[in-house]
């Protein structure tokens, strides 16, 4: 089930997000699933700036992100271990250790893959965040991904390579091929999700999830099964939707 709040821009988007994110974190031992991507970035910056103003304290959160590049150190520039501890982690109070981002760089991916999925079984999630890819996309979950997917590796779309190449220089070549990513399953399991959708490019994915056929074509209309989705988008993402 679908709630769909339309804002105007990004700033309004991020906020919605912020005041589902906030009744969260006050619970007692939140598990947060989060995303990386330019859409939540916005609302990463409302936690941070909440943390400094309002002293709100993640010591008790566990946080498990969707997705990792294969074949990037966790030091690279654009490694999503990079960009969750630059974006959020560095500048609020959770522990390191309540941390989880699977790792890409190792030698054994497979082993990786079954590693991080015995994790999250260990957990439930209360909040998931998720963009979605131009092509129907939530984590690195590619068109063509049983529904019934766990933690897998997945080979990128030409497509989703070419829009993340903004984030490497605008060198596809530069973008890896392969990520391992949490599966369809997993993030159905939450118990609540956001969507985050803002700009022209979004409108189709976001049409897709919402009011296309139930398809693996379009990983993110698994979505519709779940009781709790709320979708937040600005007025560009949801031009195919009100239409
Ligand atoms: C990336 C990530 C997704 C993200 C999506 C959209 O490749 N793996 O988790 O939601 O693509 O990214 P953006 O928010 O930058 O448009």
């Known amino acids: ?3 769909i709040i339309i804002k105007e821009n990004y700033a309004q988007v991020s906020s919605e997000a912020f005041r589902i994110m906030r009744e969260t974190i006050r619970k007692e031992n939140p598990v947060l699933g989060l995303a990386t991507g330019s859409s939540p970035i916005g609302l990463y910056k409302k936690m941070i700036a909440d943390h400094n103003t309002n002293g709100t304290s ?20 654009q490694s999503y271990w ?3 501890h630059e974006n959020l982690f560095d500048n609020i109070n959770v522990k390191e ?12 991916e497979e082993a990786e893959c079954q590693k991080y999925e015995e994790l999250l079984n260990q957990y439930e999630i209360d909040l998931q965040i998720l963009g979605i890819g131009t092509d129907g996309h939530i984590g690195f979950n590619e068109p063509g991904t049983p529904f019934d997917s766990v933690t897998h590796i997945a080979e990128l779309e030409e497509q989703t390579r070419t829009d993340n190449a903004r984030f ?10 392969h990520a391992i990513t949490m ?3 997993s993030i159905m399991r939450a118990k609540k999700i956001i969507v985050i959708a803002t700009g022209e490019n979004k409108a189709d994915a976001v049409y897709g999830m919402i009011k296309g ?31």
């Open 1 to 3: 089930m679908f709630n």
């Open 58 to 77: 993640y010591k008790n959160v566990t946080t498990f992100n969707l997705d990792e590049y294969i074949g990037l150190p966790k030091n690279h520039d």
């Open 82 to 84: 990079t960009f969750m």
């Open 97 to 108: 250790e309540n941390i989880h981002i699977p790792e890409g760089d190792v030698e054994d």
């Open 168 to 177: 490497f220089d605008d060198d596809i070549e530069a973008v890896p091929t």
């Open 183 to 185: 599966g369809l399953v």
């Open 213 to 243: 056929e139930k398809s693996v074509d379009c990983p993110a209309s698994i979505l519709q099964d779940h009781p709790d989705v709320t979708v937040i988008l600005d007025t560009k993402a949801a031009s195919k939707v009100e239409a």
